[in-house]
Every structure is written in C-alpha cells, then in structure tokens.
C-alpha cells in the first residue's frame, strides 16, 4: 500500500483482504445491498476494464464484501497516515479545487471520507480516467459513510486532508499597520529619492509659473491711451478739415464737416467696418480709402464704395470744462443704429 | 510709390541676358533631345541647299534666336514690346471695366483650351506656347511697372507657380486625352497597361534622394538671389497699401471684395473644404478610377476645373498682379498710383428698391427703436433681397432636379442631390455676386449691418 505506483481497485482490494481484520463480516452486514451497488456504479464508472462484476459478486459469498473491504482499509488508513503517499501528495486536482472555492464546505469532506477518496488514497493521489458524475456526488455526501462506519461500531480514523496548495490559501489580511508603512513609504519616495525631488519640484514650478501667468494677465501698468483724451480747441478745426494727427496715437480722425445738413465736429474710429484695417485719408479725393478691399467713406464717414457694409463708427464727443474737445472711445455710436443723432457722439460747430 | 530707380534698366537688361540665354538652352536641350529620340519628323518646309528643314532645325533656330536676344540684353539693349501693345493692354485691363475683361478673357481661355484640348495637349504646340509665354514676359520685363510686380521677391514664386501649374494642367490632360482616345479604340487606359509594381528601394528612395538634393540647391540659389522681402515695422494704425494677403488666400481677399467678411471669410471658405470632402460620397460615377480621363467623368472635372482654375487660380493671379493701392485694378504696365481715381460707388439692394423703384426714403433704425422694432423694419426694408435669396436656394433645386439635373436626381437620390446642388449654388454664388458688382454696382443683396448680417 505503501508503494507509490497506482494500484488497481483490484490490487487494493487483494491488499486489503491479506492485512483485513476476520470482523469483516460483520461490518459488512450493515447495509450490503445498498454499499454493493454503490460500489459497483463506482466500479463501473472509473475503471471498466476492471472487471468489477466480480467483486460485487463475490460480496454474496465467502469472501468479504467491498464495503467490508473499504471499512478495513479506512481503519487502517486511519492508523498511520505517514505511511500513505496520499497525505504528503497533494491528491487529484476537484479536490483541491473544492476545497479553493468552498473552504467551509470542504471542512466536513475532511471528517469523513469517501469510497472514492480512500480508494484515490489507496492509488497514491492520482486518480486515473476522468472524474465521473458518480464520483462527483459521491464526495459531496460524504455523511452516509460515517453515519454507516457508527453504526458498525467501527473506530474510524480519517486521513487529514492534504495541504493546502499556495494559491488556495486566502489572502492574508492587510492591517491598518501595514497601510500606514506604505502611505509612509510612498512618502519617503517623494521626498527622499532624486525621482521624488524632481517631480515634487516640478509640481511646485509649475504652480509658481501658473500664479505668475495668471498674475501677468494684470499688468501694474497699461501701457495704452486713455480712452479719454482731449484733442484741442474746436476753433482749431477749420471747416471740411480731416485732423490726422491723432491716428498714430489715439486712432481717431477729428473732422469738421456736414452731416444730415449741420455742421459738426466728431471723432471717427480709423477701423474698417469690412475687415478691420486701417484706412487712408486721401485728401484729394476727400475720402478714406481703405487698402484692404477697396472700401471707400465719404468724409463724415458714410461708407459709398468697396464692400464695407456700415459707416465708420463715431466716438463719443465733447467740450471739456477747459474749452477743448474731448473724445471718449469707449462710447461708440454707429449710424445704421440711428446713433449719431445722438448729440453725445457730435460738437456743433 | 515708386522712386526714381536709375538702376532698373541695367538691373531688368542684365536679368534679361540670362533670361534669354537659360531659353536658348532649353530650345537646344529640345533640339538635341528630339535628334537624338529619332523624333526629327522631316517636314519639308523649304530645302536650303538640299538639307530638310525639320523640327530639330526649327527648335535650333529658335534656340539661336535667344542666344542673339540675349547678347542685346546683355548689351544693354533688350528688345521691348511695342508701345501700341502695352497702350491696349493697359487701357482693358485697368479700372472696374478691366476685371471684367479680365474674368471674362479668362474664361473664354479655359473654354477654349477645354474644347480644343486635343490640338492644345500635341507636345508641339505646347512647347510653342510655353516659349511663346516666355517670350512675351521677357519681352514685358522692359516695361518698368510690369517688371516691379512679376521681379518682385515676393511675386517670383508665384510667377514660377504659374508656369508649373500650367505644366501639370497640360501633362494630366494630355493623359487624359491619351486615355479618351483608347477608350473609343476599346483598350484599356494608359495606366492599366503599364501597371508595374516597382520597389521602394531603390526606385522610391532614389528618386526621392535626387528631388531632395535638388530643392535644396534650388532654395539655396533662390535665397543667395532673392532678397527676403521684408517691409516696414508693424503699426496697428498703419496698413501697407496695397495690404496683400499671402499669395494662396488672394483668392479669399478677392472674394472679400464682393462679400461681407462673415461670407467670404468664414462661411464660404468652410463650404470649399466642406464641399470637398464631400465629393466622394457625392460621386456616383465609377469611371475615372485610377487613371486620367475627361469625356468619362464630363461633370466632375468640370465642375472642379471651373472651381480650382477659374474662382480660385485666375483670382490668385489677379490679387498678384492686377491689384494695387487701394485695392483698385490696375493693368499689366500701368503704374501704381495711390491716388488714381476711380468711381466705384455702389449701393445696395434695398436702397435701389426704396429709391428707384418706390421712390421714397430707405426705412432706417432708429436710437430709441427695441430690438424687435428694429428687427420689422430691416425685414421691411430688405424683403426683396431676403426673397431673391430664399428663391434661389429653395426655388433652385427642385427647379434644376426637374431640368437640367434631371438625371443627377435620379441616381442620386434626394439628400444626395440636395446636398450637391446646394454646395453648386454656394460656389456660384461668387460669379454671380461678381457679375451683379460690375454690371449693377450692387454691393449687398440683403443688407444687414444692424446685425452684422450682409448677404
């Protein structure tokens, strides 16, 4: 039995009868009909070319029954489990699968055993041919037995179960302690190693270089025109005069010329109303001449050729306290929107 | 704008000698490679003395003729058009009235070239024509506003653009006409018979190597030769005049000569590359796949040809050289001057349906008008246009579905076709918008400004 080759249900049958007790008999009057047929489905089902007709057979006679043999054979199993191979050896893989997936289910597989697990102890672990249906179901009640073995008065010592595998073991438990080493760790890996420094740097530039970007967008200083600028006194403008010296600096032609009828001074934005370049006074043609598209405005603005749609649009006028004109660009009043009856955008002159 | 250059007659003159003399190479190249192919047809013009006056001969000739040009340039006497030329060609090509002339010529010129395409794609006649275009440039080149716009540094790609893309017009339609010809004969296309596969290395590669060496020799000489053409500091208030955008969006700011900067600018330009994705699932022709042809893709090339060639390449070529200070149309030789005056007043549509046709004053916004308010009298005064532009995307389709793209509908089905007349209508849109400036002065059909909406 010791002998780590498989061995024949046969074999096992023969070894156990040679070593088994006389009480065989006896145990063996249990339940015989109802073990035999077990057995024999067993038989049947995992080796056929066993022939175990003749064991079944032979139950009815002298010879001790197979649930005889099986009782003997786990009593003595029970003995000295080192001898068996099967306790060292991990046995066939359902079993350890089971016992995976279903810890608490395979604890009451340990206290009793099966026909077919004594017998897969028997051959040495390995159980040859495929796992049958039979075997299945046979290892999932594992109480008939026992409940047999008590009433037969029958000592019975269950081999433990095999070791479990590595993977089958469940995860040790991570500690609170454990969470606390690597928060630290991961710590120390920023702070401590170059990688660390590096980034941790890296992280700190770049919410420098982002509060520095966003405190660029507010200048101490704007460097541009007031928006309100005084352009001279309104006697300075002769009639019909386009006043260029302000378009460099300011953007605006100052001109005094006829609008609706009435004389008037205002200022006009030097944007195109097409596309936004910066037309021309041509002075002998009296008229703004953009470069772009060709759009042309009369002298007060009107727009009359090229593709502009609107006039030029007005800026806000005045007659500052101090007598001199006083042009507000950021109050815009556009003809199309009948703005420039509006007396803010124009001096009477 | 132009000062008192006294260098430009030495400087033009010494170009010229050049000019003629890379010329003279070229023709001899020709000769020699036509003499050497065994291409010399014998066409006995006239005998001298017992030798045929053949291409070869003719090409030769031609060749010396250049060398004998160039020995003038260079001796400071170039040859130079006749002055009646340059008068006429100025006096078409100048003012409002020389755009149209301009489109217009332009147009006949590619109609023409379609429809004789088989005489225009001979090598012979188009190397006649490339020598002849190169010759009358030369010859231009002595005229002092013509040589200031096409030397110009900025200008001289696109001179050389010009050349080339007329070259590669010629090489596909001459492929294509190649092909035609077989497909009535019942062969297969040109490129169906030489299909053979050649391998990246070396046949690629190679070649690849050579064209990368010569670009880089050739930008190199272009940058020792060319000065880069560098203007005046930037000013927010200053604008160059003429301000001229790259050389490939002339065609867009030619555009935005006829339209608001909301069409032209944004809507129009989207449509073209829309338009062009869209061409695949358009097409519903499965000729033409792989290989040149015209007479079996009719439609589509010409449709791609009037809208590459004709609304895109020949505006390029005017916003280059026939557009000048104030954005004004000069001619090939006139000068630019910044204070030529030209009437181009133009009006809307609505101020000539309230004015002429009714009679009164044009219905305006007021300061103290809301927005609704506002929004009744400008459909008050613009109903005409909003009509006529309602009419021609609505009205049009069904209308050409039933006529002229009868067949177009059919195989296209509904969305499809819908989808195509509207990008056609888009595209022809630009003519017509051209067509009405010119002829009515028209500015805007709906005219907008309240809310920047101009049509």
């Known amino acids: ?349 | 704008m132009h000062g008192f250059d006294p260098s430009f007659e030495a400087r033009s003159a010494e170009f010229l000698g050049f000019f003629y003399l890379a010329l003279a190479l070229m023709n001899a190249t020709a000769s020699l490679y036509l003499w050497q192919a065994g291409k010399d047809k014998i066409k006995v013009w006239f005998n001298l003395g017992g030798v045929a006056f053949t291409n070869v001969l003719g090409w030769l000739s031609l060749s010396m003729l250049c060398v004998i040009l160039a020995a003038a340039a260079m001796g400071g006497i170039p040859p130079k058009l006749p002055g009646w030329f340059i008068r006429n060609a100025n006096a078409a090509l100048t003012g409002n009235p020389g755009a149209i002339v301009y489109t217009l010529a332009t147009t006949a010129l590619l109609i023409i070239a379609y429809y004789w395409r088989r005489f225009f794609v001979k090598p012979v006649v188009a190397w006649t024509l490339f020598n002849a275009s190169l010759l009358l440039m030369g010859l231009a080149m002595t005229n002092r506003p013509f040589w200031e716009i096409v030397a110009k540094p900025d200008n001289v790609p696109i001179v050389a653009l010009v050349f080339l893309l007329g070259f590669f017009t010629w090489l596909a339609t001459y492929k294509s006409v190649t092909n035609d010809d077989r497909a009535v004969e019942g062969l297969p296309p040109l490129e169906k018979d030489d299909d053979e596969k050649v391998l990246v290395w070396p046949d690629l590669v190679y070649t690849e190597l050579i064209c990368m060496i010569a670009i880089t020799a050739l930008l190199l000489i272009w940058a020792i030769l060319l000065k880069a053409p560098l203007e005046e500091p930037a000013s927010a208030v200053k604008t160059p005049n003429p301000s001229k955008a790259p050389w490939y969006f002339l065609g867009l700011q030619e555009m935005l000569v006829y339209y608001d900067p909301w069409m032209a600018g944004v809507v129009l330009p989207s449509l073209v590359i829309v338009g062009l994705m869209a061409i695949p699932y358009l097409d519903f022709n499965k000729k033409g796949n792989g290989y040149y042809t015209i007479s079996q893709r009719r439609f589509a090339y010409i449709i791609f040809q009037v809208g590459f060639l004709e609304l895109w390449v020949t505006l390029i070529v005017l916003g280059t050289f026939l557009r000048g200070p104030n954005w004004n149309f000069f001619g090939p030789f006139e000068e630019w001057d910044a204070h030529k005056v030209l009437v181009l007043n133009n009006i809307d549509l609505s101020q000539i349906l309230w004015n002429d046709i009714f009679g009164t004053s044009v219905p305006t916004v007021t300061s103290d008008m809301g927005t609704f308010d506002s929004l009744l009298v400008v459909l008050k005064r613009e109903w005409l246009g909003l009509l006529s532009v309602a009419l021609y995307f609505i009205v049009l389709p069904p209308l050409l579905a039933t006529t002229v793209f009868r067949k177009f509908f059919i195989k296209m089905g509904f969305v499809r076709y819908m989808t195509m007349v509207t990008l056609l209508l888009f595209m022809a849109s630009l003519p017509i918008k051209m067509a009405l400036r010119w002829a009515f002065n028209l500015k805007y059909i709906v005219a907008i400004p309240e809310f920047f909406f101009n049509i």
């Open chain 1, 1 to 349: 039995m010791a002998a780590k080759k498989k061995m024949s249900v046969e074999e096992i049958l023969a070894a156990a009868r040679k070593g088994g007790s006389s009480d065989g008999g006896a145990s063996g009057e249990d339940k015989p009909g109802k073990k035999e047929t077990e057995s024999a489905s067993e038989a049947k089902s995992s080796e056929a070319s066993e022939k175990p007709k003749p064991v079944g057979k032979s139950g009815s006679g002298e010879r001790p029954s197979v649930a005889d043999i099986l009782a003997a054979a786990r009593s003595k199993g029970g003995g000295n489990p080192e001898a068996k191979p099967a306790a060292k050896k991990p046995i066939a893989k359902p079993v350890a699968k089971k016992s995976a997936e279903k810890p608490m289910a395979a604890k009451p597989a340990a206290g009793a055993m099966s026909t077919s697990s004594i017998l897969d102890a028997a051959r040495g672990g390995a159980k040859r041919g495929p796992v049958s249906k039979g075997e299945g179901t046979s290892k999932d009640k594992p109480a008939a037995p026992v409940a047999k073995a008590k009433a037969g008065k029958l000592k019975l010592e269950v081999p433990p179960m095999p070791e479990k595998p590595g993977y089958a073991k469940p995860a040790a438990k991570k500690g609170a302690k454990q969470d606390r080493r690597g928060f630290l760790s991961v710590m120390g890996l920023m702070v401590g190693t170059g990688i660390g420094v590096g980034f941790t740097s890296l992280t700190m530039t770049m919410v420098v270089w982002t509060l520095g970007l966003a405190r660029y967008l507010f200048p101490n200083i704007r460097i541009e025109p007031p928006s309100k600028f005084k352009v001279g006194f309104p006697t300075d403008i002769a009639p019909g005069v386009v006043e260029t010296k302000y378009k460099a600096q300011y953007g605006v032609w100052v001109v005094n010329a006829p609008y609706n009828g009435e004389q008037a001074i205002f200022a006009l934005s030097t944007v195109c109303t097409h596309l936004g370049c910066t037309p021309n006074w041509l002075e002998a043609e009296q008229k703004f001449k953009c470069p772009c598209h060709g759009s042309g405005f009369y002298v007060d603005g009107i727009n009359f050729e090229g593709p502009a749609p609107r006039p030029l649009e007005r800026y806000a006028i005045s007659v500052a306290g101090d007598g001199q004109l006083e042009v507000d660009k950021s109050v815009t009043f556009q003809q199309e929107k009948g703005d420039w009856d509006n007396p803010a955008s124009f001096v009477p002159a």
